[in-house]
């Protein structure tokens, strides 16, 4: 047995981490499984993955070192004996050493120890001693650039082809130009610990230019239509680049219809949504008899063709590059288990999610800045909708639009209980939104 699940300090070093869920306490750690050591401890520096089940599994990559280092103590777990020999333990990924040893494995020539295999796409090789930078925007995984490739640990873990691999291989095969192509992955059995593909050095985060595209107009006291800055015409390529990514699934990616108790069931995975916002939030009473019609009106629609989706597509998940938009990470929420992850759904899921995410952008600028008049906010997100959909050339039918409803309000009710947990100033947006939908 491992002498983490026997002390306290892994434990509590998970418990200070936001991919390990914001608002946790310390969890008591039941099993850590130790991969091969990818360089030797009695040389000085020893590095390996181990995987830790605390709740849920996690990928927590270790270095041990035989002499504290000071430039590393954000990263620092404790000490642990090996062999009778003390050793100073850090996140490897905190670690620009113990980094290099993760990713050497991707070099011409080298593979992984024992139980860990790195998987490289056909002509790609990372140059040996490449310089790696860690990205310190920390969320649900930990990203690494090296050179011009961009690798992501997976950190909450379980088994079977992470959806984010599984999709961008079957994109890059097909020579998708709205992503970034997927160059290799770290595995452990039918585990997956990293992904490695092209990284878009210069592209800006969508979510950061919208909400730029806000702050000009309200710079500028000007309304969204009357301004050359306004992004619109971003907006309607962005649904265009998914209409498109959307169609290359379909492609290479399984597709099927939901009848109508397929469709029953969708109803009720949302019904069960809404039942626990209400309990969890008050405000939401007041919308969940118009929410409960808006769910019935799709279970009395036309058969849904459902297919591979995005999962939790918003602008945070978008690149603009100078040869026009790239949709990432295909890993869909990393809470949700992988069979609600990887489980066909209309597309619907994915417009509404960046419907959302406009509003999101827009509003939260309001809130930052203090403004109380938002009218000029509404028109942004109003006309920016209509680009989105026009450009994605959404189904106008009476099934699609009780779908995307349907979608929006779920996602609105998420973001409820979400912002009421972790960040009670941003409440009103969804509920804002809620009022709009219902």
Do not use: C
């Not at 990924?93 to 056909?122: K, T, V």
């Not at 999962?311 to 040869?323: A, E, K, P």
């Amino acid at each position: 047995m491992s002498q983490w699940t026997e002390r306290p300090e892994l434990s509590a070093y998970l418990a200070r981490q936001r991919w390990f869920g914001q608002g946790q306490v310390e969890v008591p750690i039941t099993e850590v499984r130790e991969l091969a050591w990818l360089s030797d401890p009695a040389e000085g520096l020893g590095v390996r993955f181990e995987l830790v089940t605390a709740g849920s599994m996690f990928n927590v990559p270790l270095s041990y070192r035989q002499h504290p280092r000071e430039d590393l103590s954000y990263g620092f777990v404790g000490a642990a004996s090996l062999d009778g020999e003390v050793f100073y333990v850090y996140d490897a990924l905190h670690d620009p050493e113990a980094r290099g040893i993760l990713l050497r494995g991707f070099a011409e020539g080298q593979s992984g120890p024992g139980d860990i295999e790195y998987s490289r796409i056909d002509g790609f090789a990372l140059e040996s001693h490449e310089d790696n930078v860690l990205l310190s925007a920390e969320q649900s995984n930990t990203s690494v650039i090296v050179g011009e490739s961009l690798i992501k640990f997976f950190r909450k873990l379980a088994p079977g082809r992470n959806p984010d691999i599984e999709i961008q291989a079957a994109l890059t095969e097909l020579g998708s130009e709205e992503i970034s192509p997927l160059e290799g992955w770290i595995s452990a059995g039918d585990i997956d610990l990293a992904m490695i593909g092209v990284f878009q050095r210069s592209a800006t985060d969508g979510w950061d230019t919208a909400r730029t595209s806000v702050r000009a107009l309200q710079d500028d006291a000007v309304r969204a239509r009357e301004a050359g800055g306004d992004f619109a015409g971003e907006s309607e390529r962005l649904g265009h680049t998914l209409a498109v990514v959307h169609e290359q699934m379909r492609q290479t990616l399984p597709t099927a219809t939901w009848g109508s108790e397929e469709v029953a069931a969708l109803v009720g995975r949302l019904t069960s949504r809404l039942d626990q916002a209400v309990a969890m939030h008050e405000s939401v009473g007041a919308y969940a008899d118009r929410a409960r019609a808006a769910y019935a009106a799709v279970a009395s629609g036309e058969p849904v063709e459902v297919q591979r989706v995005h999962g939790d597509f918003h602008l945070g998940q978008t690149l603009r590059t100078t040869s026009g938009w790239k949709i990432i990470d295909f890993e869909g929420e990393p809470a949700q288990p992988l069979a609600d992850r990887v489980r066909l759904d209309s597309v619907a899921r994915d417009v509404a999610g960046q419907l959302r995410s406009l509003d999101y952008a827009a509003h939260s600028v309001a809130i930052v800045t203090g403004v109380e008049e938002t009218e000029y906010v509404d028109d942004w997100v109003r006309r920016n909708r209509i680009a989105f959909l026009r450009g994605y050339g959404y189904e106008d039918s009476e099934t699609a639009a009780a779908l995307l409803h349907a979608y929006e309000i779920d996602k609105a009710l998420y973001e409820v209980v979400y912002e009421s947990n972790y960040r009670p100033d941003w409440v009103q947006i969804p509920l804002r939104a809620l009022e709009r939908l219902l």
